[in-house]
């Protein structure tokens, strides 16, 4: 069974900085990390493998530093690894990000089951499985907390609501996983080692990918920010209570019984 | 004027979801938020109905804000499956080119609503808190927490329609009902066949009530990423039962796997409007502060004096929450041996 991962690097604090112009992230310079549900999609997908057998490709978006993600997904053990790096596909919202992903997802050609995290650290907004899902015609099956595989079928226990889902679908399929989904296994420093020494990332350009230039990267968002800007939430001024733990402690349970907040509670 | 093509496209389109035979209460806030829409852009409100046995509930959408109700009734839309409600949505949108489609940020919606904008090549724009009309230009500005401490961001789809965007449950006010309000209903086929459908639901299992409600809940302490560790966020959890109160947290401890997403407070959480919070080692970056602004008493435990969470809290302490919060734990506990 071929599975192709989606992972993307993720800036490691939530201090980054943007392009005043186009309103767009500068991710080139930020540090990174990987993902962290990433990493338990990866995972999913190791297991898979060790079940089932065949092939995984770990394939991400990014400037040439996200190489580093990669390089992690290889020591952990997914068999080929492929970055989408153009200047063309920066600045890139969910829609035509998922586009190139889909380009590429075509260009590697040989897969049974995608499988994504929910969503990413810092854009949180779990819509490139679901896009991905939809331009490459797939059904998609989200926030997974477990996967099995049949023969040709897929089945996931779905998390919702105060509740969870069984569902099925046939491969092809696109999974998006929680992060409770499994404990991702930690690469050992041989490993990691080999990956830089002796592994390659894959670096596909726009060139590679082929398809509508038009869809690729900011001028092919439909979304654009229009502005961003600087807020902090302000209201009226604060009290700070002073002195020692025990001091501040009874000043503030004070408060609250002043206000009437612990009403009902202790026989009080 | 609305850029060029887009003038064509009318219209403030709200997707219901349901269950139970009731509507999820975030549709009809979204339905309140879409008549303020509509009426900036002398513009209909449509509900979109889908699921089987549902018509009752399409009067009740008209009493919050709907000028129009599509109902797509049928057996094949009984459980919340994509490709289903993906078809359904897609077919009314193309006959009736909307310019605004809202749909509430539940498990689902976050589900569909991306679909829908790859299927119609348009723009989606997830968990926004404010959204305003540009009159000038007909445009949508759909307002959320952007990427980093303290940045908002205005987002809009100039150029591709519907403007999909996204909100969570408890972001819009819901608004009185009005049951004087007339509408139309509009039922329509569903022309799709079992058969047809790759996905298949197995099983659905509720866990019932007694989870978390957060968002009725008079009182939360919140943990913060300040808190250190599991043992640490322990205490947050015993603060908050002998206060009575539920707990809520912020991403990052989430990630530390103290705590699940269940409890998440803010733009990408919930929203709660408590009589009292108190954050324990919360820093007030922007993203947790949009879920719980409208907190009437916020008290802020934190030791950086200049975090942000002391520019919106009633009451501080600076210090370390593993010192702090044993103190209130015994405080509270004496508390109770006194009465």
Known sequence: MDIIVCVKQVPETSEIGWDPKTGTLLREGAGGILNPTDKNALEAALQLREEHGGHITALSMGPPQAEEVLREALSMGVDRAVLLSDSLLAGADTLSTSYALGLAVKKVARYDLILCSKESSDGMTAQVGPQLAELLNLPQLTYATEIAVNHNRVRIKQRLEGGFRILETCLPALITVERGINQPRIPPMDSILETYRDREVQVWGAEELGGDKDHFGLKGSPTQARSVYSKRVKRGQVSILEGEPDEVARKLIGILRQRDLLRGLHGT | ?339
């Open chain 2, 1 to 339: 004027m609305a850029p060029d093509g887009m003038g064509k496209y009318r219209g403030v389109w709200v997707s219901i979801e349901q269950g139970d035979g009731n509507p999820a209460r975030v549709s009809l806030e979204l339905l309140g938020e879409g008549r303020t829409l509509a009426e900036e852009l002398g513009a209909d409100v449509t509900a979109i109905l889908i699921g089987e046995g549902v018509s009752a509930i399409a009067k009740e959408l008209i009493y919050y804000g709907a000028d129009r109700v599509i109902i797509a009734d049928n057996p094949i839309a009984r459980d919340y499956r994509t490709e289903v409600y993906t078809e359904i949505i897609v077919e009314q949108v193309l006959k009736e080119m909307p310019e605004i489609l809202l749909i509430g940020a539940t498990y689902m919606g976050r589900d569909l609503a991306p679909r829908l904008s790859a299927r119609l090549h348009t723009g989606c724009t997830a968990d926004c808190t404010e959204l305003h009309i540009d009159k000038e230009m007909r445009l949508l500005v759909a307002t959320k927490p952007y990427f980093g401490r303290n940045l908002m961001a205005d987002i809009i789809c100039p150029f591709h329609r519907p403007q999909i965007v996204t909100v969570r449950p408890g972001v819009m006010e819901l608004k009185a009902q009005d049951r004087g309000r007339k509408g139309e209903l509009i039922s329509v086929d569903v022309d799709l066949r079992e058969e047809d459908v790759k996905i298949k639901v197995l099983d659905t299992v509720k866990s019932g009530p007694g989870g978390v409600s957060l968002e009725e809940a008079d009182k939360v302490v919140v943990g913060g990423m300040g808190v250190g560790n599991q043992a640490g966020f322990e205490m947050v959890k015993e603060l908050a039962h002998l206060l009575g109160a539920e707990v809520g947290t912020t991403s990052l401890p989430i990630d530390e796997g103290w705590i699940s997403e269940d409890y998440k407070i803010g733009q990408t959480g919930k929203t709660i409007r408590p009589r009292l919070y108190i954050g324990c080692g919360v820093s007030g970056a922007i993203q947790h502060a949009a879920g719980m602004i409208n907190s009437e008493l916020v008290v802020a435990i934190n030791n950086n004096p200049k975090a942000d969470i002391f520019h919106f809290a009633d009451y501080g302490i600076i210090g370390d929450v593993n010192q702090i919060l044993p103190a209130l734990i015994t405080e509270l506990s004496t508390v109770d041996r006194k009465n």
